[in-house]
Every structure is written in structure tokens, then in C-alpha cells.
């Protein structure tokens, strides 16, 4: 009886997410083996393979899939040190730490298009930007930020969104940490220091391995910030594999590359989530 | 120095330091709301002005021009609306999975999660066509349920990882007492979690409200969100950056200032299951 | 795939049905998609006083970024979803919608005035002679300088100059330590941004994106010589970050007095005689693009226009619509309402024509120029299948055109070379072209 009572629960859940998969995904699979671009209406015939080896065979794809895993990488890391660290530091009170805290996770709440063009048009503009403001009132040159440095400045711009979210996470994670012990180890002469590194650090393993998941995923798929930005240029040095798929497949309006695309960010989101849970699963609560 | 005096000064060097990086980290929104006050021309003066007589003129053309309101609406309808619904089907989802686990549990919460992982720019035609067969392009409708389902993986997992950590001894004293599942929920675990729902909820409004790929490829007049509005604002032929600050402090304000007062909740709830 | 088009067909009855019993009581609604440039955000303003003439009709407007814009209204008018009754497309969408039967013929007849309609934009609208969209405003490209910093270097500039004389005036200008720049041209890559203008150079070196088989031909000698010109040009002369200036940031840098020089879109003229935006309004001159081997293609040619997608229920409010919104009394509308200097130009004889105008803008001569000196079925050197000054108008371009707009801006910005370029932007573009079965 029980069995069928869990069962039920879980239905409607498990239930609509195989639907929300098992249709787009039957039907993407679908679309990736035949002739199928919008412009050419009719022409549908299956093509086995042509689609998948002409999205791999992209003078883009190779630069796209390293892209995408140094965004992940780079974010991933920014987001989780500075993360620990400053909730490590607006853990202690002092003045004004509840407008302190509400200022660092405001990021969180700014749409990624508008991040994107904030950052685009009044903090990286190389003549009336703030940056470039800064560095020639300190007589330096002023940077192209975005196409000098076109896979950086994403990834600022991406760390800045998702640093808010690490530091939520992790302070949350703070509040609940054990002040006795903390104290006990003051007492027994522990530095700073070695708190932070023997307490505080495990203390917040799991919650690390939460936000290294959640933002794992997006990651993977951010989109916007590259559209509005540098529109995955100069040549293809911040072209990552969602983007890819938009610029030579959605462009053109060609469903079935688009669709192999699709397929093939699956598969590498696989084999990134199968590492991923190696690492840091054992803290996982599943 | 005192001990005293000496960790007094601590906390007087910690308060500077986070205080400047948390300046650091908003001034980019302090810029974009500042902007919005500015002519066109001031907003790409070279120094940038701080200084400047604000003008409303932004506000007022983004006023004439969008149906701010309209498209307000539909972001609140669709954010909290599919929250809502998200939540209604992920609890006993999750609960289910907390209390009764088994040989599987694992695999289906992993199993969710990857279902998110599909890109959408892969799967937009297949969405749409499949919109447009049912007639819900351009409805809440069809944005709801696609919020609903894309959020849901994440919920589950926030409430199982909260669930599976409240004292089962509780849920055992009032199984003894006759209470059938139905009460164990309403009765014992939900008020038990309502800091862990109300920060799932946050975080899946949140990440409605700033959806804009779907949102903009759904939908055309009727059921056009506020990302839709910002579209309209960015880069057309001429000088934009002061009307585009005003249209983008418009869409984004309700959501940080709800963000703003939320964040203690978000705070106590966001445990991930770390409170033991 | 069959069964997905049945279901269409059934909720096409069933809605068209329910439209028309919705119909009959109440007024028709259009929805009518546009880009979000000023002309159009005034066509907005105005709309109430076409309701006012057609009371049964009511217009719903959806506002968007270009690049949103295109894709939401191909996706529309490809998949036949019917959003929209009337959609912004250009002149590139224009001929290959045409060819596919997607769009209504537009209704030229009565008061119209279709011949007054300026004949290389109506010729870019049409298909086999058939007009599928009306022009709302046209642009071609030409030279805005500064007369003031050009005669203080010593220099003048003239229609047709060459680019070599070019290359010299932005040099004699180019004073970064006060912050102008002897030059400011499109990098920011994309088909209608960098590669727009790099077309028409290319052109006015004897180039052409394929040959008559459509092979791509990317690595000849001319888009080399074209392409290494323009990265020499502006990576000596331009502004820091040229690679990604589009239309806006070059506008900006202009208005703000950084530019000597700027080749772009003839539409910019009125921003930057306009005194409220620019600081250096009194101060701009007017010519022609300059050219190297051949004047053919040296400027280019574009134009925004109203289309009706076949699949539209509401055709007869559509077309009332589309030719109020490019008719003449539109323009006068406009005129009377904001002034001469502000009405949707390069569309109609008449406009230029008309003396207020010719009072009120003086870049109207220039324009006319160079809108009539454009010609979209010939616009190379050696003969094209294609048609299009600064695009080739088949479906496979914006992808073509946009990748290999990253690859010049990656030249630009240095990250590779010119050659390198220009080599994997053809390789590109010939995967492209096989792919969709050119050859």
C-alpha cells in the first residue's frame, strides 16, 4: 500500500518531465536525421547522418566545446572561492551588514540580458565606458574588453550574475555553523586561519556541491549574454556550443542541424554532469 | 592595543572591506538606475557625469511607448503561476522521495535534473510547432507550463534535500498518534518547512521573471513578459542607452525589491538539507 | 511531420471560424510587428489618426531588437502561425518570401502612386515584378566628415573619391592624443553590421561573394586586397575597439566629436545634423562612397518595408494599413507633425521633391545620390547570380555573412590574420552552400 501511495505522489511529477522529454527529444531526434529547414518548405527527406557530421565537422565546434567548459570551469571556481570567501566575511557582524548583504546578492536578480548590455554599453565601452574612464584618469590606456578579451569579459559578466547566488547559499550555510565549536578552537589558540580552512571549509561541502550543480547547469546554456555582447566573436573565440548551434544552425533557419546540435549539447552535458557527480556527489544529498 | 580595542578594529576593517565590495558588485545596477535619469547625450559623456539635473523624460517615453503594466502582468502571472504550480506538484513528489525512499530515488532525482539540460535554442522548433498546433503561441498559457516544467527538477530536489533532513522521530510520533499521510504533510512537514518552500519559491520566481528565450520566441503582443519589453529597447538605429536604463530599471525593480524583502527568507531557507 | 500539419489545418478552421464569428461584432484587430528604429516608433505615435480615418480597425504593436525581430517573424511566417498581420522585414527577407508565396502582393492600385516609389528600392522589392512589401524608409551608405577638422588638415573630400584618398584624410585628421580619430567604420560583426559595409567596399574592389556557380569566393586576390585595406585603414586610424562598433557605437563616437570621418547608412544624416543628439551638427559635410577598382556596388542599398503574410486572416485591414503607412499623405503626416527634417526618407520621389523638405535636410541631395546610384541585380564588378548590394538574398546568407563577419572582426581585433580570415570564412560558407545543396 505504501508503494503505491509513494507512487502516486510522485506521478504527476515524473510523469509531466518525461512528457516535457520524451516529446521535444523524440521529436529533435526526429528532426536530426532529415533535410528540414524552414526556408526550403517540403523538402524533408531522412539524411541519416549528414546533419550530425556537418554540426561536428564546424571549423567552430572544436573552439565551442573548449569555450564552454572554460566558462564552466572559470565561473564555477570565481563564483565558489570569492563565494566562500565572502560569506566567510559578512558572516561576522559589523556595520550595516544587512544592507551590506542585500547589496551583493542584488546581481542575482538582474535579467542576463540587461547584465549583458550594462555591462556591454556603460562598464566595457572602450571610449565612454567606466573602465575605460578608470584607466585613462590613472593614465593608462584604455581595454576593448570585449574584443580583446571577448571569453573574459563573458565570463565577468556571468560570474557577477552567479557569485550572488554562491554567496545566498553559502551564508545560509554559515548561520547554521556550530559557534561553540568555533569558539573552543579560539580558545585552544586556533589562527583565523586554520577555523576557516578545518571548520569552515567542510562545514560548507555540500552546500559547494549544490551550487557547483545548479550552476553547472545553466552554465552550460548560457546564451543571452553572448547574443547581446560580442555575438560569439571576434572570429570564434567566445562561440560556445549554444551559441553555435544558433549562429549555424538557427540563423539559417536549418531545424535539423539545429536538432543535431541539440542532441550533441545533451551528450556533453552528460558526460560533464557523470564527472561532475564523481566529484563532488558523495556530498550530494541524493 | 587590548584584546578588546584590537578586535574591535577588526570588525572595523572587515565592515570597510565587504562594505567596498559590495559597492563594487552593485555599482553596476547604481549606474544603470542613475542612467536612466540622463539625456541621451550625458549618458555617453566622456568623463561620465554623476552630476547632472535628472530628467523623467526616459520613464515618460518608455511610458508612451510599451505597456509597461500589460507587460508587468504578464511577468507576474507567469513567474508566480507556474511557481505555484511547480510547487503543487513537486511537494508530494518530494516528500515521497524523502520519507519513502527507494532502490531508484537516486536515479529519478538525477534523471530530473538532466532534463534540464537539453539547450533550447536545440528544441526551439519542435516547442514551437508544438505551441502553435495547440494554439497557445502567444499565451500565459503555453509560458506557464513551460516555466513550470523547467523549473520543476530543481524544486524537487531543494524541498527533497530539506525533507529528507527534518528529525524522523517527529513524523513517527505523529504516525502513532493514527495521523494518515494526508495530515503528515498538511500537519507536520509543511509547517515544519515553510522557510525552505518560501526560498525554493523565491529562487524559481527569480529565474521566471529573467527568462527571455523562451518568452521572446513564444510570444508576440498578448502574453509578451517584460523581457520582451527590454528587447524593444536595445540597440535600434540612434542613441539608446539612457531609455534603454529607464526600460531595464522598470523591468528589473520589482524583482529586486521583492528580491530585497524576501532575502531573509531566502537566507533561513536556502539550507540545501545543511542544517542537521 | 503529416500529422502535426492536419491538426494545423483543423485549428486553422476552427480559429478562422471563430474569428469571423468574433468579427462581425467587433472591430478587426492587426498585429503589426516592427523593428524598434525611430521612424517606426513614430509610425506608433501616428497610428491613432489612422484609426480615426478607420474606426473598424484597431492596431496592437510588437516592438523589437532587429536580430528578434527576424527570427520571430520567420519562425512565424515559415511555420504559417498567423501572430502577425503585418510584419517589418527588409529587403533581403523580401524576394526569397516572395519566391516562396509566403507574402500578399501588396495593393498598388488607386491613389497610391506606386511610380512614385524611388525605382532601385521598388526593383529590391519585388519578385519577378511583383512589389511583396512596401518601402518605409530606405537608406544607402555614403561619406559623413567633419568640414571643419577635414579644411584644418589641409584636406577636402569629394563624391567618388578614392579610397587611397580616403586613407590619407583619415591620416591627416587622426589626433588620438585629443581624442579624434581619423576614421570610424563598422567592425562588430554580423550580415547587416560589419559585412554590410565590407560588401560595398569589397564590391567597389572588384569583388563578389560567388561565383556564377555559387562557389564562394572569399579568398580571391580582390576580397583580400578589399579586406586588408580596411583592417590597415582602421587599425591605423579608427577609434580603440572598432571591432565592435556597429551602427550605434560609431554614431555615438561621431556625435560626440571623436570622428573625422564616418561611411554609414544614409539615415544617420539626420542624427547627426540634429543638434539635440549632436554636438558637431553644424559642422558635417556630405559625399559620396568612396571606390577603387569600380563604382559599381560601392554603396549599398536597403530598405524597410511593410509585408502581409499570406497567412494573415485580416488581409483587407492589413493592406489598408501597409498603404497608409507608405503613402505620401504618411510622409506629409509626419512632416506637419515633427518637422521636414524628421519624415521616413528614401522611399518616394516626391519627398525629395518637396521643397520644405529640401529646406529642412540637407543631406537630401547626397541620399538621393546614392540611393539612385545603387543597383541590386548588378552591383559587381563580374557577373553575380545573385541579387543584393551589400547581401546576397538566399536564405543561406545570414549564417554565411554572419560567420564571416566574425572572422573579419577576429582580422580586425588581431586575433588572426587577414588571410586566415578570409580562409576559414570560405571554407565556411562552401560547408554551407554543399550543405543546403547549391552544387
Redesign the interface.
Known amino acids: 500500500m ?2 503505491s ?3 502516486l ?2 506521478a ?3 510523469i ?2 518525461l512528457v ?2 520524451i ?3 523524440s ?2 531526434i526526429y ?1 536530426s536525421t532529415i533535410r528540414y ?5 517540403g523538402q ?1 527527406n531522412f539524411v541519416g547522418w ?1 546533419n550530425f557530421e ?1 554540426f561536428i ?4 565546434f572544436i573552439p565551442a566545446v573548449s569555450n564552454t567548459l572554460i566558462l564552466l570551469l572559470s565561473v564555477l571556481i570565481i563564483t565558489v572561492v570569492l563565494g566562500v570567501m ?1 560569506s566567510a ?2 558572516d ?6 544587512g ?17 549583458a ?3 556591454k ?3 566595457m ?4 565606458g ?1 573602465f ?2 578608470i584607466s585613462e ?1 590613472l593614465g593608462f ?2 581595454i ?1 574588453w ?3 578579451y571577448p571569453l573574459a569579459s563573458i565570463i565577468m559578466m556571468v560570474s ?1 550574475q552567479w ?2 547566488f554562491a554567496i ?2 553559502f ?3 554559515l ?2 555553523q556550530d559557534t561553540e565549536q568555533k569558539e573552543a578552537a579560539q580558545m585552544d589558540g586556533a589562527t583565523g586561519w586554520h577555523i576557516f580552512r578545518y571548520l569552515t571549509i567542510p ?1 560548507l561541502a ?2 559547494i556541491a ?1 551550487v557547483v ?2 550552476e553547472t ?1 545553466f552554465l ?2 548560457v ?2 549574454e553572448i ?2 555582447s ?8 567566445s ?1 560556445n ?2 551559441y553555435l ?11 535539423g ?3 543535431a ?3 550533441f ?2 551528450i556533453l ?2 558526460i560533464v ?1 557523470f564527472f561532475l ?1 564523481r566529484a563532488v556527489g558523495k556530498n550530494l ?2 | 592595543m587590548t584584546l578588546n580595542q584590537q578586535r574591535k578594529l577588526k570588525t572595523i576593517l572587515t565592515g570597510l572591506f565587504a562594505w567596498t565590495v559590495a559597492l563594487v558588485l552593485f555599482f553596476p545596477i547604481f549606474w544603470m538606475f542613475i542612467t536612466s535619469f540622463k539625456t541621451e547625450l550625458q549618458a555617453i559623456s566622456v568623463p561620465p557625469s554623476l552630476f547632472f539635473e535628472p530628467t523623467l523624460d526616459n520613464f515618460r517615453v518608455v511610458q508612451e511607448r510599451s505597456d509597461y503594466i500589460h507587460h508587468a502582468w504578464n511577468s507576474v502571472v507567469t513567474s508566480f503561476g507556474s511557481t505555484i504550480i511547480a510547487l503543487i506538484i513537486a511537494i508530494p513528489a518530494a516528500y515521497s522521495m524523502a520519507f519513502f525512499p527507494g532502490k531508484r530515488t537516486k536515479d529519478i532525482l538525477l534523471w530530473m535534473l538532466s532534463t534540464k539540460m537539453l539547450p533550447a535554442v536545440g528544441v526551439l522548433v519542435p516547442i514551437y510547432i508544438i505551441c502553435r498546433d495547440y494554439g497557445l503561441l502567444d499565451t500565459k498559457t503555453a509560458l506557464v507550463i513551460i516555466f513550470t516544467l523547467m523549473n520543476l527538477p530543481i524544486i524537487v530536489w531543494m524541498l527533497f534535500s530539506y525533507f529528507k533532513d527534518l528529525p524522523k522521530e517527529i513524523l513517527e510520533a505523529a504516525r502513532m498518534d493514527g495521523a494518515t499521510p494526508w495530515d503528515e504533510v498538511v500537519k507536520v512537514v509543511l509547517p515544519l518547512s515553510v522557510g525552505a518552500i518560501s526560498s525554493t519559491a523565491l529562487l524559481s520566481i527569480v529565474l521566471c521573471w529573467n527568462e527571455a528565450f523562451w518568452s521572446l520566441n513564444l510570444t508576440a503582443s498578448d502574453a509578451a513578459p517584460l523581457t520582451a519589453m527590454i528587447a524593444s529597447y536595445s540597440s535600434p538605429e540612434g542613441l539608446f542607452w539612457a531609455k534603454l536604463s529607464a526600460a531595464s530599471t522598470l523591468a528589473c525593480a520589482p524583482i529586486v525589491i521583492f528580491g530585497w524583502f524576501c532575502q531573509k527568507q531566502l537566507v533561513q531557507g536556502l539550507t540545501f538539507g545543511a542544517v542537521k | 511531420m503529416k500529422h502535426l500539419t492536419k491538426n494545423t489545418l483543423t485549428y486553422a478552421v476552427s480559429i478562422t471560424a471563430a474569428m469571423t464569428a468574433a468579427s462581425a461584432f467587433s472591430a478587426t484587430q492587426i498585429t503589426v510587428a516592427t523593428v524598434n528604429n525611430g521612424h517606426m516608433i513614430e509610425m506608433q505615435k501616428l497610428t491613432p489618426e489612422f484609426e480615426k480615418a478607420n474606426p473598424d480597425i484597431k492596431v496592437k504593436w510588437v516592438t523589437l531588437e532587429e536580430n528578434t525581430l527576424r527570427q520571430n517573424v520567420t519562425q512565424d511566417i515559415a511555420n504559417k502561425s498567423g501572430l502577425y498581420d503585418v510584419m517589418t522585414i527588409g529587403m533581403y527577407e523580401t524576394p526569397i518570401w516572395g519566391e516562396r508565396g509566403w507574402l500578399q502582393a501588396i495593393d498598388t492600385s488607386g491613389n497610391f502612386d506606386v511610380n512614385d516609389i524611388l525605382p532601385s528600392i521598388r526593383g529590391g522589392l519585388s519578385y519577378e515584378g511583383t512589389m511583396y512589401a512596401a518601402p518605409f524608409y530606405g537608406e544607402s551608405s555614403m561619406v559623413m566628415y567633419r568640414k571643419d577638422l577635414v579644411k584644418a588638415a589641409g584636406m577636402e573630400i569629394n563624391d567618388r573619391d578614392s579610397w587611397e584618398h580616403i586613407r590619407d584624410v583619415a591620416a591627416a585628421v587622426n589626433n588620438p592624443e585629443k581624442g579624434i580619430y581619423g576614421i570610424c567604420l563598422r567592425g562588430k560583426a554580423g550580415w547587416g553590421d560589419n559585412m554590410a559595409f565590407m560588401t560595398a567596399m569589397a564590391n567597389s574592389f572588384g569583388a563578389r561573394w560567388f561565383d556564377e556557380s555559387w562557389k564562394p569566393e572569399l579568398e580571391t586576390a580582390e576580397w583580400k586586397n578589399a579586406v586588408n585595406f580596411y583592417v590597415d585603414l582602421l587599425t591605423k586610424y579608427g577609434p580603440p575597439g572598432a571591432s565592435s562598433n556597429g551602427f550605434n557605437e560609431n554614431l555615438a563616437l561621431f556625435n560626440e566629436g571623436k570622428c573625422g570621418m564616418w561611411i554609414d547608412a544614409t539615415i544617420a544624416a539626420s542624427f547627426v545634423t540634429d543638434p539635440k543628439q549632436s554636438k558637431v551638427a553644424d559642422q558635417v559635410g556630405f559625399a559620396q562612397s568612396p571606390y577603387s577598382v569600380t563604382e559599381k556596388g560601392a554603396n549599398w542599398l536597403w530598405a524597410w518595408a511593410l509585408g502581409i503574410p499570406a497567412a494573415t486572416k485580416n488581409v483587407e485591414a492589413a493592406q489598408k494599413f501597409v498603404r497608409w503607412a507608405t503613402s505620401k499623405e504618411y510622409i506629409q503626416l509626419v512632416g506637419k507633425n515633427n518637422g521636414w527634417a524628421a519624415v521616413p526618407t528614401g522611399t518616394r520621389a516626391s519627398t525629395y521633391a518637396n521643397t520644405d523638405f529640401q529646406k529642412a535636410a540637407v543631406f537630401a541631395e547626397a541620399e538621393l545620390k546614392a540611393i539612385n546610384s545603387a543597383n541590386p541585380n548588378d552591383s559587381t564588378l563580374k557577373p553575380s547570380p545573385y541579387v543584393g548590394v551589400q547581401f546576397a538574398a538566399i536564405p543561406e546568407f545570414q549564417a554565411i555573412g554572419t560567420t564571416t563577419g566574425q572572422m573579419i572582426s577576429g582580422a580586425l581585433s588581431g586575433s588572426m590574420t587577414v588571410d586566415q580570415a578570409l580562409k576559414s570564412a570560405n571554407t565556411s560558407a562552401d560547408r554551407q552552400m554543399r550543405q543546403a545543396g547549391y552544387y
Not at chain 1, 92 to 97: A, L, M, N, R
Not at chain 1, 230 to 237: I, L, N
Not at chain 1, 245 to 255: C, F, P, S
Open positions: 505504501k508503494r501511495i509513494t507512487r505522489l510522485m504527476p511529477s515524473v509531466m518531465l516535457w522529454m516529446i521535444p527529444l521529436m529533435t528532426f529547414n524552414l526556408l526550403y518548405p524533408n549528414m556537418f565537422t564546424d571549423p567552430g565572502l566575511l559578512i561576522k557582524p559589523f556595520f550595516g551588514q544592507i551590506v548583504r542585500v547589496l551583493l546578492i542584488s546581481p542575482f536578480f538582474i535579467m542576463p540580458t540587461v547584465n548590455l550594462i555591462w554599453n556603460m562598464m565601452n572602450p571610449v565612454y567606466i575605460a574612464w584618469s590606456e584604455p576593448d570585449l574584443s580583446s557577477w557569485l550572488p545566498l547559499v551564508v545560509t550555510a548561520q547554521s562545514h555540500r552546500p549544490v550543480m545548479i547547469i552550460l546554456a546564451f543571452a547574443f547581446v560580442t555575438g560569439g566573436g571576434p572570429g570564434y573565440d562561440t556550443l549554444a548551434i544558433y549562429n549555424q544552425a538557427l540563423l539559417q533557419y536549418d531545424v542541424v539545429a536538432s546540435g541539440g542532441l549539447a545533451v552535458a552528460n554532469a557527480i544529498t541524493v
